[in-house]
């Protein structure tokens, strides 16, 4: 089994909501699920399993990075034969296209991250969502009335950078926010024909540095929060 989830067979769900950040993952489980059991605590990425609107799903955490994330979606996919990862996360903007708070729902994720190239022989540096679950998390949202956008983002390697400017890749592919695991999870659940989408809540803009403050979080990630739990659900 898994050597970095600790869950037995049968406690992961097939649906898998991902959060870089355990204690967001904790979090969820607490608010939303019903009878939320903490089923994995292995180097205190917690996962949980419960119930939301009937429907079994299980919250976790993936940590920050391909790497990181590349563990835990491919061991949670073979290992424990998950269907479809939904990661939930936060984005700097490169422009002043996008505003604080607003919602993404990633189409592309460009990259010039080799995990893809030296896991799968994937040669590309831009991948597209996964399966099915784009185009759920679309309609969803059109059905809640809940504002989303669709564009292409970068999956960086690096938070801290000398150059100020958009990095070659991002303006290339027009990709209109960063952040660090979405290429990985969509070269995982490429290579194994799994569904994966990724939904981000804008949380910078970086050229005006423009930010959400830390007491903010909680209240302004509700959104995506709900936005992903219903789209589980179908």
């Known amino acids: 089994m898994s050597i970095h989830i600790s869950a037995k067979p049968g406690d992961i769900a097939k649906t898998v909501l991902l959060a870089g950040d355990p204690l967001r993952a904790k979090y969820i489980a607490e ?32 940590g920050m990075g ?13 290992e424990y034969e998950a269907d479809t990862i939904i990661r939930i996360g936060t984005c700097g903007a490169y422009s002043t296209e996008l505003k604080l708070l607003d919602l993404i729902n990633t189409d ?4 010039e991250s080799t995990f893809a190239k030296y896991a799968w022989g994937i040669e590309e540096h831009i991948l597209p969502h996964q399966g099915k679950t784009f185009d759920t998390i679309n309609d969803t949202a059109a059905m809640l009335n809940i504002p989303l956008r669709q564009c292409n983002i970068h999956s960086s390697d690096i938070f801290y950078r000398k150059d100020p400017e958009k990095p070659a890749i991002a303006a290339a592919t027009n990709c209109l926010a960063v952040e660090m695991e979405a290429f990985a999870l969509f070269a995982n659940a490429k290579h194994l024909n799994k569904n994966a989408a990724t939904i981000l809540t804008v949380s910078d803009i970086i050229p005006t540095h423009e930010k959400i403050s830390a007491d903010d979080r909680e209240r302004a990630l509700l ?4 936005l992903a739990l219903e789209a589980a659900v179908k």
């Open 31 to 62: 608010k939303y699920l019903s009878d939320a059991v903490l089923v994995s605590q292995t180097r205190n990425a917690y996962y949980y399993t419960g119930s939301y609107a009937g429907k079994t799903i299980t919250v976790g955490a993936s």
């Open 223 to 226: 959104p995506m929060m709900q």
């Open 66 to 78: 391909c790497p990181s994330i590349g563990i835990y979606s491919y061991e949670l996919f073979t």
């Open 108 to 111: 592309q994720a460009a990259s």
